[in-house]
């Protein structure tokens, strides 16, 4: 899971950009051959999504990942609405349109001959080399727009604080670390993405120097850094927080000490991501409402244990037990508080050394301690961290 934003908001973490949300690595995820890989992708990116509402209450979305996004395409408002568990009602998504509306984004879009389509790499889509756009394409746009003019895609132009390029390249100059320590090809992929301010053009730069020489193991970093900074941007003049998520369990060392003070990050644990692409609809819904206190506490004083703690209530809300679990657990707490209470009665032994002292102290430990929910705690703390929160230091 930014240096270049400072501007301060009343809802703190209301509305979160989630990075892989972004057209391209919408078009990477879908990358795959085949009707399988397809799903898999879009049921990850739907997971990104809940988890985003789940933490911000809003996901804000811009009018490229949205005009230009592979899942969006594939996945309509309606559909969208009822993996949410919010059939008939706006969708937890603010759009952020420097056009005004939607329906003018596209417009403007169309008529850009230097804007590059990532929906055009789709076949399965029906772009390929045949007029664009195809039907399928134009048909999903209309659902949105339609969407959106009904007020189910709340439009949000107020919070839009300028034009994108003079923020990345401030980022990119002055905001986000650079990486050290770099090989010479990575080094030099680093200056040359100190030039670049769209996403597409520095990942055909990446992906080419990856090619030329894929012994080099730094690439990933300067990515990395690239990725944060073109976030950092997109938030400053969004008036936004960010999410990006991870594929591996272990984090990055640039999530620690990057920057300036204007930006705090939190991890949050892989448990809680996996839970929100396999739930259901009604148990998503269910998730959302059950964990409002702790999304809450997260908006208003943003903090590692804020962010533990939805991820803690995740878990608890799903975690009931069985009625044998239940009896199992009781009889044998009654058991050992029984053996603790035997062995410490006052004439059994008449004296006992710390040894024996301590071996009551375990015993009652086990009796009365909450093992399951410590557990718990432990693993949405430490295990599995595949996420990362990024929030304005300045909101409070």
């Known amino acids: 899971m930014p240096n270049a934003s400072t501007a301060a908001s009343k809802a703190p973490l209301r509305r979160a950009l989630i990075g892989e949300l972004d057209s391209v690595e919408q078009s990477h995820a879908y990358a795959g051959v085949g009707v399988a890989a397809q799903t898999i992708a879009e049921a990850r990116i739907l997971g990104m999504i809940r988890t985003g509402v789940l933490l911000s209450e809003n996901v804000l979305i811009t009018d490229s990942m949205l005009l230009d996004g592979v899942f969006f395409l594939s996945v309509g408002p309606t559909e969208l609405a009822a993996r949410l568990g919010r059939t008939g009602l706006p969708l937890p998504l603010i759009l952020s349109t420097l056009s005004g509306s939607l329906r003018a984004a596209l417009e403007a879009k169309e008529a850009d001959p230097t804007f590059t389509w990532q929906l055009r790499k789709h076949g399965f889509l029906g772009g390929g080399d045949g007029a664009w756009p195809p039907p399928r394409v134009r048909a999903a746009w209309d659902a949105w727009i339609d969407a959106s003019e009904r007020g189910l895609l709340p439009l949000d132009t107020d919070h839009v604080q300028g034009p994108f390029d003079p923020a990345i390249r401030r980022a990119l100059l002055t905001g986000v670390d650079r990486p050290a320590n770099l090989s010479e090809p990575a080094a030099g992929l680093l200056a040359v993405g100190t030039t ?125 037990p069985s ?55 432990w693993q949405t ?13 300045g909101r409070r």
């Open 323 to 377: 009625r044998r679990e239940v009896v199992t657990s009781s009889a044998i707490r009654f058991l050992l508080a029984a053996i603790a209470l035997t062995v410490g009665l006052p004439f059994v032994p008449e004296r006992w050394d710390w040894i024996e002292t301590a071996w009551i102290l375990a015993l009652v430990a086990l009796a009365s301690m909450p093992w399951g929910t410590l557990l718990t705690i």
């Open 196 to 320: 670049l301010t769209r996403r597409s053009t520095f990942t055909t730069t990446h992906d080419a120097a990856v090619q030329l020489s894929p012994q080099v193991t730094d690439f990933d970093a300067v990515h990395t850094w690239w990725n944060d900074a073109y976030l950092d941007a997109l938030a400053q003049v969004t008036n936004a927080d960010w999410i990006r998520f991870k594929p591996r369990a272990t984090a990055d060392p640039l999530d620690k000490g990057r920057g300036d003070a204007s930006r705090r990050r939190f991890h949050f644990s892989g448990s809680v991501i996996d839970t929100m692409t396999a739930a259901p609809p009604t148990v998503f819904a269910s998730l959302h409402y059950a964990v409002s206190p702790q999304r809450a506490r997260l908006a208003k004083s943003p903090s590692q244990s804020a962010v533990n703690g939805i991820g803690y209530a995740v878990r608890q809300h799903l975690a009931i």
């Open 381 to 393: 703390s430490r295990l599995s961290l595949r996420g990362v929160i990024s929030v304005s230091a």
